[in-house]
């Protein structure tokens, strides 16, 4: 769940519907494969300018955004019992030493740590 609201606020921009449209696309599949061309297709806008505006909505990059989406799936995936392995498939990473990583980068912890299970 997004910490955004679901739906952009009457009135606003272009480019913050444009942003507003790349992220409902990031919230509704965290771990598909969308590329920038897919988000910037979305958009209606080109591979920068949908970087620029998603970055001054929101403050960090789609990459970035995606990842902590990621990670907090990852999260609760582990806190149900959910192993490793199968927590860095469901959540898009290349492999389970990515995924190690980046978890350790964003939660100061490890995956074997937030494991229930």
């Known amino acids: 769940m ?11 921009s272009g480019g913050s519907q444009a942003a507003y449209a790349v992220r409902a696309l990031l ?7 969308l590329s920038l061309d897919d988000l910037a297709r979305a958009a ?3 591979r920068f300018h949908t970087l620029r505006l998603f970055r001054e909505a929101y403050g960090l990059p789609p990459h970035a955004y995606r990842t902590q989406l990621r990670v ?6 582990l806190a149900q019992g959910a192993s490793i392995a199968t927590t860095a498939q469901e959540t ?3 492999d389970q030493s990515h995924f190690t990583r980046v978890f350790r980068e964003h939660t100061g912890a490890t ?3 937030n494991q229930t299970g």
């Not at 997004?2 to 606003?12: E, L, M």
């Not at 919230?27 to 494969?33: C, E, I, S, Y």
């Not at 907090?72 to 995936?77: G, N």
Request: no cysteine.
């Open 2 to 12: 997004s910490r955004f609201a679901d739906t952009a606020p009457a009135g606003i």
């Open 27 to 33: 919230d509704a599949d965290p771990a598909g494969g």
């Open 44 to 46: 209606g806008r080109g």
């Open 72 to 77: 907090e799936m990852a999260k609760r995936l």
């Open 92 to 94: 898009g990473f290349s």
């Open 111 to 113: 995956p074997n740590q």
